[in-house]
């Protein structure tokens, strides 16, 4: 099976590869867009790793509020929930029962608990945008709110950094070699400190 080209850090993705690539499953994905547009959230085009790829993530401001894997067949939705957002959902019954069923059947892996559901039908779709919608409550109590402004260019790669050099992955950086001549010595050597000296009589 041919790698996909979002798993290229080098690939540059739009909406016209992106089609090509989804094919079938570009219609859904249009769609979760058209859902999160109604929720002011727009998509940036994040390198998750070569496991996963290129991918849209939602933010608001510097807080992401949720992503979406493109790599896998079915799409796949995420959600993270910290600790904050955790004790609102907890107490939230507005979430649907499939939502609910998915964040509490997630374990919590460090900080945060890391949501994962398929998109590949439509009530898929709701029980994740129903997350999102549960999410996007606790972050109101925060003050943390979707910009009514107009919205930011509908796709934005984000830079994944310069390239690295042809080599070894996680080689450790080669050590200088020492110096052919030492260099000179000013003031007494370090184990001649201020008690040695004094109790010498040269202090």
């Known amino acids: 099976m041919a790698k996909s080209p979002l798993k290229d850090k080098d690939f540059v993705p739009d909406d016209e590869s992106l089609q090509k690539i989804l094919g079938n499953r570009w219609p ?6 058209e859902e999160l547009k109604k929720r002011n959230l727009y998509p940036e085009m994040y390198w998750y790793g070569p496991s996963s790829g290129w991918a849209p993530r939602f933010c608001i401001g510097e ?10 067949n079915p799409l ?8 904050k957002v955790g004790a609102y959902l907890d107490q939230d019954r507005q979430l649907s029962q499939r ?8 374990p919590k892996k460090g900080p945060l608990r890391w949501i994962e559901g398929q ?4 009530g898929d779709l709701e029980a994740f945008l129903s997350l999102v919608d549960g999410k996007l409550r606790a972050l109101a109590l925060e003050g943390v709110k979707p910009s009514d402004g107009p919205p930011p260019p509908r796709m934005r790669r984000k830079d994944p950094g310069p390239k690295k050099e042809p080599g070894k992955p996680g080689r450790k950086p080669t050590k200088l070699p020492k110096p052919l001549v030492k260099p000179l010595q ?8 201020p008690s040695v000296l004094t109790a010498a009589g040269r202090g």
């Open 186 to 193: 000013v003031g007494p050597p370090l184990r001649f400190g």
């Open 99 to 106: 939502a609910r069923a998915l964040y509490e059947m997630t």
């Open 28 to 33: 859904r994905y249009s769609e979760c867009l």
């Open 119 to 122: 998109l590949a039908t439509r």
């Open 76 to 83: 796949m939705g995420l959600v993270g929930v910290g600790d």
């Open 63 to 72: 807080v992401t509020v949720c992503g979406m894997y493109l790599a896998q």
